[in-house]
């Protein structure tokens, strides 16, 4: 069934794509007058459960059996969460986001284009990117592997419910929410497929002048499909592993050269103070609505990543849950915010600070990101030494977080679509892999930037109600542990860190599936 609305949709796309274009723009101006502050309120609330499990003594529960020890080593996890998390979304905003907030701050902050607004910026910037995505994809992740290593349950959202509506979980109903979650993983990977063809685009056009048309783009899409469909086919193993380590190697090369080269001393000194900003401000701007002014500011911005990183939650959550069993919650809840959320923070520092010393030195970056925010980071690396070089790196680096990201999605797809199975034949994840790349497409087609993100709230609205439902049975189900598991890491063997690294007797990337032993329904 969900297959036949994944490709009634794209129909609607191609034949009637103005219809679409319209119908996508009224719901979502309806959703963010009505149900902004509902997508404000329960993010935040995410990250005060996520953060209240993690300090109690329910953090000490294994997600597996009690003995059993993590099967990936940190900096392996880490990268593979972080590569399906947010890379190309990164890659695509990392420049351009700030210069357009020190552009156009909130309302109510600071001057624009003035040294207040480039701090500002970069305090938002940490904002949309750190914290609070991560909270999400933990609490996401956190309630799959609970239910499916601790209590031997299938690989399903709807299993997550199983405290709540019992056996009916089993039904209509449980199918209706296992949908849900395929429709939000799909439109959800779709933006950033259009994000990452986009700012491939973006690159051919600067470095050899290649023209940026939405033809191209469909094109680039049509290419990066076919390869991350190879790369799932091989699986979590080899594919998607291998492509999340070599991202954060080029990645940190990229990063190092930025940092050398640019405005070392700047960075140093903006990422400082703005950290420290944006933990003191943490609190107003988690809460902040527009009740009061700016509205339409938050709702470009503050709300649509929020619906974004929800529409990210059941694939994301799915895939770090199942490369995180034998790890206990509070491991689980620490490894999978503050390893990326730091990660972001320095990614924002190094790009997002160099491009704003160049905007405050007279580079004119912002007139660049106003023809198209995925000019931003070319731009940048345009005023620095091998610029050539430079941009070749960055779009390959953009094509292999497109590849590692959408190829955990189609797998992460093909399970939700064959009853929880961790094996998905491989006509299901070639299927899900085209799909995906169709709807990424169609969407460019329909109105390009502007209608991926408009579908990506859309589809993130109702998976919110899963999430909070997700939550309540969590809870549920970790009231009913006995007191004394609480004390089990004490009890089972050697002391690990506080994220969990691999025991060392034995290969900590062994071939084996990470959701072995999971029963299928």
């Not at 189609?410 to 034949?425: E, I, K």
Request: with cysteine; charged share 10%.
């Amino acid at each position: 069934m969900s297959v036949t609305l994944a490709a009634l949709f794209v129909g609607w796309g191609v034949f009637f794509t103005g219809s679409l274009a319209a119908v996508a723009d009224a719901t979502l101006g309806l959703l963010i007058d009505r149900f902004g502050w509902l997508f404000v309120l329960s993010s935040a609330a995410f990250v005060l459960l996520a953060i209240a499990l993690a300090m109690s003594r329910y953090g000490d529960i294994r997600l597996g059996k009690d003995d059993e020890r993590p099967e990936f080593r940190t900096a392996s996890w880490v990268a593979m969460m972080f590569s399906a998390g947010m890379g190309i979304g990164l890659m695509f905003y990392g420049a351009s986001e700030p210069v357009m907030h020190m552009a156009s701050p909130p309302p109510g902050t600071a001057e624009a284009g003035t040294g207040s607004a480039a701090r500002v910026a970069l305090e938002y910037s940490y904002f949309h990117w750190a914290i609070h995505p991560w909270a999400l994809y933990a609490v996401a992740g956190l309630v799959l592997a609970y239910f499916g290593f601790r209590k031997g349950g299938s690989n399903l959202i709807s299993c997550a419910f199983r405290p709540l509506l019992g056996d009916r979980v089993d039904g209509p109903l449980g199918k209706s929410i296992d949908i849900l979650a395929i429709f939000a993983t799909l439109f959800g990977s779709a933006v950033s497929l259009g994000l990452g063809a986009l700012q491939i685009n973006s690159g051919l056009n600067s470095v050899w002048g290649v023209g940026s048309s939405t033809g191209l783009a469909v094109s680039i899409i049509a290419v990066l499909t076919v390869l991350f469909v190879l790369s799932a086919l091989s699986g979590v193993h080899r594919g998607i592993q291998w492509l999340s380590n070599g991202n954060m190697v080029l990645a940190g090369v990229l990063l190092l050269f930025v940092f050398v080269a640019g405005p070392t001393v700047f960075i140093l000194n903006s990422q400082t103070e703005a950290l420290g900003g944006y933990l003191a401000s943490l609190p107003q701007m988690s809460f902040r609505t527009g009740a009061f002014g700016g509205g339409e500011w938050l709702s470009g911005w503050t709300v649509f990543y929020w619906a974004w990183w929800i529409s990210w939650t059941p694939f994301v959550g799915m895939f770090i849950a199942r490369i995180s069993r034998g790890r206990t919650i509070r491991q689980f809840i620490v490894g999978v915010i503050l390893a990326p959320s730091l990660v972001s923070v320095v990614w924002f520092a190094i790009l997002g600070g160099t491009a704003l010393n160049q905007e405050m030195h007279g580079a004119k970056l912002s007139e660049a990101v106003a023809k198209g925010e995925e000019a931003g980071l070319f731009a940048t690396l345009a005023n620095l030494p091998w610029f050539p070089v430079t941009s070749v790196v960055v779009m390959v680096l953009v094509g292999l977080f497109f590849v590692s990201g959408a190829d955990a999605a189609s797998l992460v797809l093909g399970t939700l679509s064959c009853r929880g199975s961790v094996h998905p034949s491989r006509v299901v994840v070639i299927l899900w892999g085209a799909l995906t790349g169709l709807v990424a497409a169609v969407l460019l087609m329909a109105g390009g930037l502007e209608a991926v993100k408009q579908v990506a709230i859309i589809a993130a609205f109702p998976f919110l109600f899963v999430m909070i439902g997700m939550c309540v049975s969590l809870v549920k189900a970790l009231r009913a542990e006995p007191a004394s598991t609480a004390g089990q890491e004490a009890q089972v063997g050697e002391k690990v860190d506080p994220v969990g690294d691999a025991p060392t007797d034995g290969p900590a990337d062994a071939p084996a599936d990470a959701m072995a032993g999971v029963r299928e329904p």
